[in-house]
């Protein structure tokens, strides 16, 4: 019940920090656009290179995708945090794994890109992540890159089934700790009674 309400508070905090951070870059980016003779918005197309505007649309899905992955990122570091018991360890964790097993991952499959969390988290936040994968040789072949897309709804579903994976991860290992510390008072009063049997035993030999 404790950790549910700390959960909810923390899911709170996020979504309030989110939305937040979101009407401010809004104000901000519409105060800059407007100040240079425009309030459109525009994207580079990840395949052409070229200009394009953004929808009202896109940047409110935009805006919620962010709120969410905010408030499942609070989520999911909090329950890492609880099964390494340590706010920092969880930090190295994810610090680790962003800095240096990404690039090791990369460096040994070439071919993993697509299943990475960086790839699936700027698939969901930008509604599509684009991977373009040139061929090591020509050969026989067109020698034309392959263009991979991940979805929105690709790069949601792999970070929700990560988050649960975490979250139960995190229950199991509060129930082993839980299990554990019940039995420490069954054999520390286990001890004690057998100590005292032994004290009475001396007592009466003298």
Known sequence: MVYGSKVGALV???VIVGLTWVILTWAATYWAASRWGTTVLLQEDPLTGRPMPIPAAVLVQRA?????GMAAG?????ALAMVFRSSLAALGVVAG???VGE????GVWRNIEPQLLSSRVAAFLDGQF???RFPQSCGSGTGEPEIIRISALQGGVSLAVLLAARCCWCRWCRSSAGTSADDRPVRRS???HRSGA???TDSLAG
């Open 12 to 14: 709170l905090v996020a």
């Open 64 to 68: 919620v995708r962010a709120v969410v």
């Open 74 to 78: 609070g989520v999911g570091g909090f």
């Open 97 to 99: 794994y962003a800095l």
């Open 103 to 106: 690039a090791v991952l990369r």
């Open 130 to 132: 684009v991977i373009t």
């Open 190 to 192: 286990r001890i004690r």
């Open 198 to 200: 032994f004290h009475g």
